[in-house]
């Protein structure tokens, strides 16, 4: 007599202590931040060091900014020419800078990041003439000089709103040295510049080199700073051309000779029309082999295909579209649609376009097995007759050779 044995169940999984459990949580927590610090905070404390350091070089200057504001208008020009001097122009650029590029440098921009590295120098550097001893903007500069540097990888974007940043704080850089030394070197101009209004119309006229020739620099000083503005002028207009059109228009040809090289390359190559998970793991298998393949998608549905893929968009039954893909050039075109019905079409329309190119055709439901035989593709490829048949042999111990493989693609 054999006795019975009593029923065990299975022990349940042992949970984690307390502590290990806090220690979990610690560090899931820890992994969290850390994310979150990779993904926000290396440009968010860079934007806080440059707000800050502009900040501070812009409050010292309010008085002397209001000072100046008073001034204008008023008859004569000893008033301005004494609230001038109180007014330090590089730090107000600085200034107004530094609170510029804040924003930009959230973008991650890289030429955020060149600027504001350039100007936290500067600040730095000024504030250490000046003051010859710590201050808040040496620190200030120094931590941002630090950060960016430390950090640089971090900032690799390219930022069309960046790029605008700087090319307003260029030509508004420029157009305050102009006005401010316009105003500063006045007495040397025939007629004499009194004015705002006049000192802007002539900082515009120089900077853009039109120079209708109405107001003439007569002192050597007036004339060395018409020189300056005329080089500066054209320098910054041609860096903000640069900046801002530049990438739009490189962009928009670069995306015009791919389109025209990728059209010229379609020879010799595969053809994938489709989008399901067995056509986009083909795709990575003949790429990962160095083998040219251009995708034919449906329009109006979403693309699992990276951006690099060459696609076209069209209906694959229209001989455009397929001449378009290269299917004339191919060395085979899969249809690997998810209607079997629709890759029944898309064979006829291959054959029809181009007999001698090799067609290879999906059947997603084994029931429509002898349908699609009808239209005759190359290669018959079914995912559940080819999986049941070597699973069943490989049951059995059965040989699976070329031969075996080869019958029943080639049914």
């Given at each position: 007599?054999?006795?019975?044995r009593?029923?065990?169940?299975?022990?349940?999984?042992?949970?984690?202590s307390g502590p290990m459990?806090r220690?979990?949580?610690?560090?899931?927590?820890?992994?969290?931040l850390r994310e979150?610090?990779h993904?926000h905070g290396?440009?968010?404390?860079a934007?806080?060091?440059a707000?800050?350091i502009?900040?501070?070089?812009?409050?010292?200057?309010?008085?002397?900014l209001?000072a100046?504001r008073?001034?204008?208008?008023?008859p004569?020009?000893?008033?301005?020419?004494?609230?001038f001097p109180?007014?330090s122009?590089?730090?107000?650029l600085?200034?107004?800078?530094?609170v510029?590029?804040?924003f930009a440098l959230?973008t991650?921009a890289?030429?955020?990041w060149?600027?504001?590295?350039?100007?936290?120098?500067f600040s730095?550097g000024?504030a250490l003439a000046?003051?010859h001893?710590p201050?808040?903007?040496l620190v200030?500069?120094?931590a941002l000089?630090f950060?960016?540097?430390?950090?640089?990888?971090h900032?690799?974007?390219?930022?069309?709103?960046?790029?605008s940043?700087f090319?307003v704080l260029g030509?508004?850089?420029l157009?305050?040295y102009?006005?401010l030394g316009?105003?500063?070197f006045?007495?040397?101009?025939?007629?004499?510049?009194?004015?705002?209004?006049?000192?802007?119309?002539?900082?515009?006229?120089t900077?853009?080199?039109?120079?209708?020739?109405?107001?003439?620099?007569k002192?050597t000083?007036?004339?060395?700073?018409?020189v300056?503005m005329?080089?500066?002028?054209?320098t910054?207009?041609?860096t903000?051309?640069s900046?801002?059109?530049?990438p739009?228009?490189?962009g928009?040809i670069r995306?015009?000779l791919?389109?025209?090289?990728q059209?010229?390359?379609?020879?010799?190559h595969y053809v994938i029309?489709?989008?399901s998970?067995l056509?986009l793991m083909l795709w990575?298998?003949?790429?990962?082999?160095s083998?040219?393949v251009?995708?034919?998608l449906?329009?109006?549905r979403?693309t699992?295909?990276?951006?690099?893929?060459?696609?076209?968009?069209?209906?694959?039954?229209?001989?455009?579209?397929l001449t378009?893909?290269?299917v004339?050039?191919?060395?085979?075109?899969?249809?690997?649609?998810e209607?079997?019905?629709?890759?029944a079409?898309?064979?006829?329309?291959?054959k029809?376009?181009?007999?001698s190119?090799?067609?290879v055709?999906a059947?997603?439901d084994a029931?429509?097995?002898n349908?699609i035989?009808?239209?005759q593709?190359d290669v018959?490829?079914?995912p559940?007759?080819l999986?049941?048949?070597?699973l069943?042999?490989r049951?059995?111990?059965e040989p699976?050779?070329?031969e075996?493989?080869?019958?029943?693609?080639?049914?």
């Amino acid at each position: 007599m054999t006795q019975d044995r009593p029923n065990r169940e299975d022990p349940a999984p042992a949970q984690p202590s307390g502590p290990m459990r806090r220690f979990t949580l610690e560090r899931w927590r820890w992994a969290l931040l850390r994310e979150a610090w990779h993904a926000h905070g290396p440009q968010a404390v860079a934007a806080i060091l440059a707000a800050t350091i502009g900040a501070l070089q812009l409050r010292e200057q309010v008085a002397p900014l209001v000072a100046l504001r008073n001034a204008i208008g008023q008859p004569g020009v000893d008033v301005l020419l004494k609230v001038f001097p109180l007014l330090s122009l590089p730090r107000v650029l600085l200034g107004l800078g530094l609170v510029l590029m804040a924003f930009a440098l959230l973008t991650r921009a890289r030429v955020a990041w060149l600027i504001s590295l350039l100007l936290a120098l500067f600040s730095a550097g000024l504030a250490l003439a000046r003051v010859h001893g710590p201050s808040p903007v040496l620190v200030g500069g120094a931590a941002l000089v630090f950060v960016l540097i430390f950090y640089a990888r971090h900032f690799s974007r390219s930022s069309l709103a960046a790029s605008s940043l700087f090319a307003v704080l260029g030509v508004g850089t420029l157009l305050s040295y102009g006005v401010l030394g316009s105003l500063w070197f006045g007495a040397g101009y025939d007629p004499p510049i009194r004015k705002l209004s006049t000192a802007f119309y002539y900082a515009i006229v120089t900077m853009s080199t039109v120079g209708y020739g109405d107001i003439v620099p007569k002192s050597t000083e007036a004339r060395l700073f018409t020189v300056s503005m005329i080089v500066l002028g054209i320098t910054v207009f041609a860096t903000t051309l640069s900046v801002v059109i530049g990438p739009l228009v490189g962009g928009s040809i670069r995306r015009a000779l791919e389109g025209r090289m990728q059209k010229s390359q379609r020879k010799n190559h595969y053809v994938i029309i489709g989008a399901s998970s067995l056509a986009l793991m083909l795709w990575r298998q003949l790429r990962e082999r160095s083998a040219p393949v251009t995708v034919v998608l449906a329009p109006g549905r979403t693309t699992p295909y990276p951006p690099e893929a060459d696609a076209v968009v069209g209906d694959a039954t229209s001989d455009s579209v397929l001449t378009e893909a290269g299917v004339p050039e191919a060395k085979a075109v899969f249809m690997l649609r998810e209607d079997d019905a629709e890759n029944a079409f898309v064979v006829l329309a291959v054959k029809e376009l181009a007999p001698s190119v090799r067609t290879v055709a999906a059947v997603n439901d084994a029931q429509h097995l002898n349908k699609i035989r009808r239209v005759q593709p190359d290669v018959l490829f079914a995912p559940q007759v080819l999986g049941s048949d070597l699973l069943v042999r490989r049951l059995f111990d059965e040989p699976v050779d070329k031969e075996t493989v080869d019958r029943l693609l080639f049914q």
